[in-house]
């Protein structure tokens, strides 16, 4: 996973669609999309990105782990 081909989705909407570009970009096998105040586990998993959504849904930050 590199999370950095994926930056220029930050600040968009999270729609399906770029969700799903944002896994292929980065190289991801998996995906996981965070929402405010979600509950998530702490395992690293160097093949999934992660995608962090702010209040209005759109893309706040992606990370690899």
Do not use: F, W
């Amino acid at each position: 996973c590199v999370a950095a081909r994926a930056k220029a989705l930050t600040g968009k909407e999270a729609t399906p669609a770029r969700i799903k570009l944002a896994q292929k970009k980065s190289g991801a096998h998996l995906v996981r999309v965070i929402k405010p105040g979600q509950a998530v586990t702490m395992d690293y998993r160097e093949d999934r990105v992660n995608i962090h959504q702010d209040a209005s849904g759109n893309i706040e930050r992606i990370i690899c782990g």
